[in-house]
């Protein structure tokens, strides 16, 4: 999984109304805690919905390189056979995970406080990214890690044989750094305490929760203060997988900006931690509405109706929102292009060091198709032309981005002229049926020769 394989190239085409029904896949980061959790607990773990992108087929694989049984079942379905808490076995193989950002820092806190050693690898992009976000806090309790320059992968990780509890403060807003800390103190003895200063995405926390784990949550003069208690017995568990919500912002932005359109998303997961775009379209303008609201799971769950809304407003997005849409930006910023004003996005350095860097892969294909985009280290601004007032014609770097590459889509389903993808492979990463859901929506997203 270390790398794409060959480049698709895309192109994307002004489209007629999209109309019907659109089933996303199932959630990326949940399908992820899934599998590991599933892996730390004694006994069978029921999966339904599970996202079979590339990224959590790679988790897949790594719980089995450390001794989990885990098998496929059906479509979505899985059934993983834990080995408990502390239960891992070393890898016999280089673990590559590869575009995963998710999917190798989790597997790295879950394995830091156990006496084992594993590799990781990844794709060129993952191999780009920090690392050091999570070896630093696992180095708190005991891990080492030898990596490239940067903290880069490939690395090493050699788990600690004494692990001891830690208190840690997060330098920043990433639900990866806080989860891969509460799975390495899983295996420690005593409380392993995680400081926030601004909530992110409780996935984890969640889980951990309904698995059996001791866990707690307080709102303090700190911060966002999260309580784990070691060394549990994790209870295996039948989880149903809610559908993606940034899965399902491609085909709700899209369905903003195309003339005529009406389109439901069903089974979105809304979790207030990941919710935050929808939020902001609604901030806009945008004609959304979330349809039989539910609980399922633990999760929040709705069903999104998005139809086209050609009276969207540019606003400035609350900086405090970040943390629960950071993934949505770039769709986003498609919408902002056809929103009549500047849409202002502060507090958002984390796109920087994402699969890319989000901000400048945007606004460099948004500058090609016409746009107006200014950008800062920590935030970007585009001006909207309203509705119909993107001229396209640009080809645009993906980036080995899959986010990048579906947001170029959705934008060429709107523009004047067409959108052309260098590279539309990545997709797969995330969202392996983009391609005949939006289709079957009535988008004109063909790959092409070259």
């Known amino acids: 999984m270390s790398g794409h394989g060959p480049a698709i190239p895309m192109t994307s085409r002004k489209c007629g109304p999209l109309t019907g029904e659109a089933h996303v896949p199932g959630d990326k980061s949940i399908s992820h805690r899934s599998l590991i959790l599933g892996a730390m607990a004694v006994g069978e773990t029921h999966i339904t919905g599970l996202l079979e992108g590339e990224d959590v087929l790679g988790t897949a694989d790594a719980m089995r390189a450390f001794g989990a049984d885990v098998e ?25 995970c590869g575009n995963a950002g998710t999917g190798v820092r989790l597997i790295m806190g879950a394995m830091a406080t156990q006496p084992i050693t594993a590799t990781f690898t990844g794709d060129a992009s993952l191999r780009s990214r920090p690392m050091g976000r999570v070896t630093d806090p696992i180095a708190l309790f005991g891990a080492q890690s030898y990596g490239r320059e940067g903290g880069r992968l490939p690395m090493t990780i050699v788990g600690a044989r004494a ?19 509460l799975l390495a103190g899983l295996n420690v003895p005593g409380k392993t305490v995680v400081i926030e200063k601004e909530a992110t995405r409780d996935h984890t926390e969640r889980m951990l929760a309904g698995f059996g784990a001791d866990i707690t949550v307080d709102d303090t003069d700190e911060g966002h203060v999260i309580t784990l208690t070691g060394q549990p017995e994790l209870k295996p568990q039948s989880i149903a997988v809610p559908r993606d919500p940034s899965s399902a912002a491609f085909p709700v932005c899209a369905a903003l900006i195309v003339p005529g359109s009406d ?40 069903d999104l109706r998005a139809r086209y809304s050609p009276d969207m407003k540019g606003i400035v997005v609350p900086p405090e929102r970040a943390a629960s849409m950071i993934d949505e930006y770039p769709i986003l910023s498609v919408v902002a292009a056809f929103a009549t004003g500047t849409t202002n996005m502060p507090g958002v350095h984390e796109l920087r060091v994402k699969e890319s860097d989000r901000i400048d892969a945007m606004a460099k294909g948004l500058r090609a198709a016409g746009v107006t985009v200014d950008e800062g280290e920590d935030w970007w601004a585009v001006d ?23 947001s170029f889509a959705c934008l060429g389903m709107a523009t004047q002229k067409p959108i052309h993808l260098d590279d539309g492979s990545p997709i797969a990463t995330s969202f392996p049926v983009f391609e005949p859901l939006m289709a079957g929506l009535g988008a004109q997203l063909v790959r092409t020769n070259t």
Do not use: C
Request: hydrophobic fraction near 40%; aromatic fraction near 6%.
């Open 163 to 181: 692990p001891v509890a830690v208190r840690y403060t997060t330098p920043m807003a990433s639900a990866q750094v806080k989860s891969a800390v």
């Open 263 to 302: 389109v439901l998303v069903p089974n979105i997961g809304l979790n207030p931690t990941r919710a935050g775009l929808f939020y902001t379209l609604q901030d806009m303008g945008a004609d959304l509405t979330f349809e039989n609201e539910r609980v399922e799971g633990g999760e929040p769950v709705a």
């Open 384 to 406: 909207g032309l309203g509705p119909d007032g993107v001229r396209g014609g640009a080809t645009v770097a993906t980036v080995l981005d899959h986010r990048i590459a579906m």
């Open 72 to 96: 496929r079942v059906g479509d979505g379905e899985w059934r993983v056979h834990g080995v408990g808490v502390g239960g891992f076995a070393e890898p016999e193989q280089v673990i590559d």
